[in-house]
């Protein structure tokens, strides 16, 4: 059974930076692409970062470009997204999750999500 734990998120001033977390079980992170979504207050939940072993990592939202770092612990099947710089666009709950795809270049459904983890941005 896969199963996702976000993790990390909270209470940042704006220009700080957060490394948030998805520890993952029951499946190979070798094959499976793990995708990061935010979802800000009032709006949709959108795609915003991608870790994937096999086919590269991707960074979806053009506002987060440059300004995030994927990496992996594969001692704890965690998977991290730092995101520095932070903003009041940056307020929002952060989820994890898998499709089942190895590669980051998918926009179908997701099957599998954590609870997600909230980060709100204020002075």
């Known amino acids: 059974q896969s199963q996702l734990v976000e993790s990390g998120g909270g209470l940042v001033q704006p220009g700080g930076s957060l490394r948030l977390s998805c520890t993952t079980s029951?499946?190979?992170?070798?094959?499976?692409?793990i995708t990061w979504f935010r979802q800000a207050p009032g709006e949709e939940r959108h795609q915003a970062a991608c870790?994937?072993?096999?086919?590269?990592?991707?960074v979806y939202m053009e506002s987060l470009r440059g300004r995030v770092t994927i990496s992996e612990d594969r001692a704890t099947n965690t998977i991290y997204l730092q995101i520095d710089n932070l903003g009041p666009d940056d307020w929002a709950v952060y989820y994890c999750?898998?499709?089942?795809?190895?590669?980051?270049?998918?926009?179908?459904?997701?099957?599998?999500w954590g609870q997600g983890t909230q980060v709100t941005v204020s002075a």
């Open positions: 999750s898998t499709s089942g795809a190895t590669r980051c270049d998918y926009y179908g459904s997701f099957r599998d």
């Open positions: 029951g499946f190979n992170l070798d094959y499976r692409a």
């Open positions: 870790f994937s072993a096999s086919g590269g990592n991707m």
